[in-house]
């Protein structure tokens, strides 16, 4: 389903959807995947004859999902777009690895579950899910998985339950990790490079704004 230009699509989540983006500023997009997307999108409407969608970011550096929960009357329902893309939970696991801050999976999900449900029945917006991803630059990041795979499941089923698109950021990000250094793609294994925002707005693209199929001949 194609985007329109009457779409107003809205991005919400941690730093890797922030990309240091002016909060001073609402119309601030960040310099990550956000950005990336809207450039896209905007270059194809100037290419033709439509109109650009309007875009929001309202990602905030080290927010969990339970941080998502405290602001999303404001900073989703209030906003009130068309399409909501939720990319959360790599905070989940990490505050619990270097700060002990725990974030069972089971609540986690039900608080994930509980927005995406909330954003469906207050705006029947299209809802579009990112999944979280983790591309280990030190030996201790590869024990992150025991908490991280369990998460990442919990995200599939809430955006399943609910209708939403998946973009499998993780898999687009292992896949060219097999090719390049995983520096190369999140100096630290979190925070994706320009590489890695260009890939992940791609990723975005191809399953969101995916072309309408041809109709079929009589």
């Known amino acids: 389903m194609h985007i329109k230009g009457s779409d107003t699509l809205l991005f919400i989540g941690d730093s890797i959807t922030d990309a240091g983006r002016d909060r001073a500023d609402s119309a601030s997009l960040g310099n990550g995947y956000v950005d990336a997307v809207a450039q896209t ?13 309007r875009v929001i970011n309202r990602g905030i550096s080290g927010n969990r999902v339970y941080d998502l929960e405290s602001r999303w009357a404001t900073d989703c329902i209030g906003l009130r777009p068309t399409v909501v893309t939720v990319k959360i939970g790599i905070n989940d696991t990490w505050r619990y690895y270097d700060s002990g801050l725990p974030s069972p999976v089971d609540a986690f999900e039900a608080c994930l ?31 992150w998985f025991e908490d991280l795979a369990p998460r990442t499941d919990a995200v599939l089923r809430a955006a399943l339950a609910h209708g939403a698109d998946v973009v499998r ?50």
């Open 169 to 218: 950021a993780d898999h687009v990000l292992n896949r060219a990790a097999q090719e390049r250094e995983a520096v190369e793609l999140a100096r630290d294994g979190v925070h994706p490079s320009p590489l890695g925002h260009r890939l992940i707005a791609d990723a975005w693209l191809a399953a969101v704004d995916a072309a309408e199929p041809e109709p079929q001949r009589q």
């Open 41 to 53: 999108l905007r270059e194809r409407a100037q290419s033709g004859t439509a109109t650009a969608p």
């Open 113 to 143: 579950d509980g927005l995406l449900a909330d954003t469906a029945e207050q705006l029947s917006a299209r809802l579009v899910v990112i999944t979280p991803f983790l591309l280990p630059v030190t030996p201790e990041q590869e024990g």
